[in-house]
């Protein structure tokens, strides 16, 4: 037994180190409606979901709003209803199927107008994302949750409209302030419209967040990676101030602030390393296939707002 015993020692000597986590891989897909009252989708956005579930295979998919094609007083109850059973059948379903979580903020074409509101709640409501909550009271419009085992922070923001205010901003600070969002690597803050403009076609008053200064510097007060926007359909990678935003662009884009015929469709991979803090992309045109280089985005958006310089990577 004498000479065992520093054998049997020998695992507890020189255990190995637990291994890093591996990166959390989210897609992030918005703006895909279609026309006013469509219950169908562009092919662009079958073509990708159909990506998403057989070949990228994320842990979690994001979309920052405009899920459906409401806001158009004339569309009767059934016809919203229809559109939302559109998207279960063809965006939430094939996404549930393949165990793909999903989270979301809601658009100016979700939730616009008080009847549009009211649908979007009660279709949400009874398919609630499976997601770790951490405050859900004013769910679908705003919410917070972790993910990866408390490894990322999301906070969702109710920016279907131009007026984010004094309200939300302190939900925010709170929200930013709790131990979930203090434990997590990586915050993240999710809303429809953005801080400044990045298309052309959406930069003016009411196409982006009205007096959008205090809401960027909770944020950057909060340690956010990046805010994640939609609305303008154009991706974009930026620095405005000390706050990364990440305009997630859609299906159907429209053309960078300046830049005329820049025009795509965009899906992006967002690989989160949340021990380090960082996030790298590569986003892809949902029509052709191809990677979008980062390179041959605009160095800098000059949109309302703004400007907006391009980043390589959130850090």
Known sequence: ??????????????????????????????????????????????????????????????????????????LTDARVRAMWAAFDRDVRAPLGEAGIPF??????????????????????????????????????????????????????????GPNVGADQRLWLVRQLATPEARRAGIRLVLGHLPLAGVSGGKNKPGEVIRDPLPLRKVMEEGRVLAYVSGHHAAFYPGRLGGLNILASGGIGGRDYVGHPGTARST????????????????????????????ASLPEQLNGLGGPLVRVDELK
């Open 103 to 160: 989270a979301f903020t809601l658009g100016n074409h979700d939730a616009s107008l008080q009847r549009d509101r009211k649908l979007a709640a009660d279709y949400w409501r009874g398919h609630a994302p499976k997601l770790d909550y951490v405050e859900r009271a004013h769910f679908p419009f705003r919410y917070t949750f972790t993910f990866g085992n408390g490894r990322l922070f999301v906070a969702v923001l109710d920016a279907s």
């Open 1 to 74: 037994m004498r000479h065992l015993l520093p054998l049997l020692l020998v695992p507890l000597l020189v255990g190995a180190a637990p291994a890093p986590a591996s990166p959390l891989r989210i897609v992030i897909l918005s703006d895909f409606n279609g026309s006013y009252g469509s219950t169908t989708y562009p092919a662009a956005l079958r073509r990708s979901v159909d990506r998403i579930v057989r070949e990228w295979r994320p842990d979690l998919m994001l979309s920052a709003g405009d899920l459906i094609a409401g806001q158009k007083v004339s």
């Open 267 to 294: 899906v992006t991979l967002l690989n989160l390393d949340t021990a380090e803090g960082t996030a790298i992309f590569k986003t892809f045109d949902a029509d052709t296939g191809a990677e979008v280089k980062t």
